[in-house]
């Protein structure tokens, strides 16, 4: 069975998106540049499947103006399936292989795990989605990139309530101006 990753960036208090929803905040960090590429193309080579509600990806579709560009799609994400959690329709890049799924986390594991074959699945946002996820007991990691911003509201990193027993902590990096922060997920007696 693949292992499930939630891995975002967020803001010193806590939050992946601003109170509008944007991640411009995010792009205004200095990342390093190199070493951050070459983490994420790490990180991207195990990936099969990606995971993500409708709020990031319409904002991913909107960012990188991705249906009058579609083939950036490619660029951003080569032939992975993604799979939108959504109760209303989305558009679709032309070429991208998207999966919009209505209903809960746990009826579209198994279609999410047979995409992802032997690779993780990346749940990319919300924390809303990631925490559905945590409560299904379907996630194994948490990978937080901490950059030096604070908000002061918005959509927080996993909006529920996660006792210290759950998370541990296997690794701390800096690359950049960011923490990365890595937690494996401790499985809860009733999964």
Partial sequence: MPRTVFYTASTLDGFIADEAGSLDWLFAVDDGGGAADEFFATFMSRVGV?????????WVLEHENLLAEPERWQQLYGDLPTYVFSSRDLPV??????????????????????????????????????????????????????APVTLGGGAPVLPRRVEADRLRLRAVEQRAQFAYLTYHVVPSPAS
């Fill in 50 to 58: 990606l995971v993500e509600g409708s709020t990031t990806y319409g």
């Fill in 93 to 146: 890049p032309d070429g991208a292989d998207v999966r919009v799924v209505r209903g809960d986390v746990v009826d579209a594991l198994p279609s999410i795990w047979s995409a992802a074959g032997d690779k993780d699945v990346w749940v990319v946002g919300g924390g809303d989605l990631a925490g559905q996820f945590l409560d299904a007991g379907a996630l194994d990691e948490v990978v937080v990139a901490v």
